[in-house]
Nanobody
Framework: QVQLVESGGGSVQPGGSLRLSCAASRSILSINVMGWYRQAPGKQRELVAGITSGGERNYADSVNGRFTIYRDNAKNTVYLQMNSLKTEDTAVYFC?????????????WGQGTQVTVSS
């Protein structure tokens, strides 16, 4: 199991930047994949970015080139740097940890942090 605590959300104008943090209660190197998802009102939760324990990254097409996911292993923290924010990036952002145990994957979620992009 793992507990995840997000921080860093807030309100920003279009074109601005925010950095989200996700602190894990265990070594993130023991977690197969850590990712950021988001859910806007009336929409399904969607993957924004992910990073594997081996350091491979993937991004949603809508954020590729604007967002960067990275981690600090010593702090057991994963970050999402969001630049050139758009109004359509407004959503609740959730940190996710996917852990494989005997060929089964288990998902753990943070409580979510609101990101609002508005002029």
């Amino acid at each position: 199991q793992v507990q995840l605590v997000e921080s860093g959300g807030g309100s920003v104008q279009p074109g601005g930047s925010l950095r989200l943090s996700c602190a894990a209660s265990r070594s993130i190197l023991s977690i197969n994949v850590m990712g950021w998802y988001r859910q806007a009102p009336g929409k399904q939760r969607e993957l924004v970015a992910g990073i594997t324990s081996g350091g491979e990254r993937n991004y949603a097409d809508s954020v590729n080139g604007r967002f960067t996911i990275y981690r600090d292993n010593a702090k057991n923290t994963v970050y999402l740097q969001m630049n050139s924010l758009k109004t359509e990036d407004t959503a609740v952002y959730f940190c996710n940890a996917r852990i494989e145990v005997t060929l089964q994957y288990y998902d753990y979620w943070g409580q979510g942090t609101q990101v609002t992009v508005s002029s």
